[in-house]
């Protein structure tokens, strides 16, 4: 469906498994744990962890725990965000 760089969370903060998406789904999110930061496209996997559009996605762990897509290069952060609906299986896992 999709191809694309991403960021993961330092220190293996991003978890691993099976996960169903949502149930918060928003074009943009504010996180409450980290200044308000803003956070488009965003679609809950688990408790704080959202995958969503972000401006810096090195192509190494940078987050809290989040899976950061890019915002540019055809926005990978929508497509994603626009495919996807609340329920819908995520498996995350290690390359």
Known sequence: VLSSRISSGRN???????????????????STRYRNARMPWSVQITGN??????????????????IRLPLDEGNPARVFYDWLDIGTPVEIRKK
């Open 12 to 30: 293996g903060m991003t978890p691993t498994g099976k996960f169903r998406a949502g149930p918060y789904k928003e074009a943009v999110h504010y």
């Open 49 to 66: 962890i959202f995958i969503h559009g972000f401006k810096a996605v090195p192509r190494s762990p940078a987050s809290h725990g989040c």
